[in-house]
Nanobody
Framework: QVQLVESGGGLVQAGGSLRLSCAASGSIFSIGIEGWYRQAPGKQRELVATITSGGSTNYADSVKGRFTISRDNAKNTVYLQMNSLKPEDTAVYYC??????????????WGQGTQVTVSS
């Protein structure tokens, strides 16, 4: 079993910054693509950014130039640096990881979510 634990959410004024972290632990052999998703009230969950094990990144158009995804493979941790935050960035942010477990089973895992609120 694998657990993803997120941290770093909170309340910030528009134009401010936050850094989210997501640490994976458990029966991990390796981690493939990791990503951050978000879900605002009344909306579907949407992709924010992804990163491969080699460091290739992909961003939603709405966050390009403001958010940066990174990872520390040695710590099994993925980060999301969010700058120039806007009220429309308000959502619950979830991390996702494609994990190859000890025993070679591949599974998708999600974190519990962390609230990000941006005030105008």
């Amino acid at each position: 079993q694998v657990q993803l634990v997120e941290s770093g959410g909170g309340l910030v004024q528009a134009g401010g910054s936050l850094r989210l972290s997501c640490a994976a632990s458990g029966s991990i052999f390796s981690i493939g693509i990791e990503g951050w998703y978000r879900q605002a009230p009344g909306k579907q969950r949407e992709l924010v950014a992804t990163i491969t094990s080699g460091g290739s990144t992909n961003y939603a158009d709405s966050v390009k130039g403001r958010f940066t995804i990174s990872r520390d493979n040695a710590k099994n941790t993925v980060y999301l640096q969010m700058n120039s935050l806007k009220p429309e960035d308000t959502a619950v942010y979830y991390c996702n990881a494609q994990v190859i477990e000890l025993g070679w089973r591949q599974r998708d895992y999600w974190g519990q979510g962390t609230q990000v609120t941006v005030s105008s």
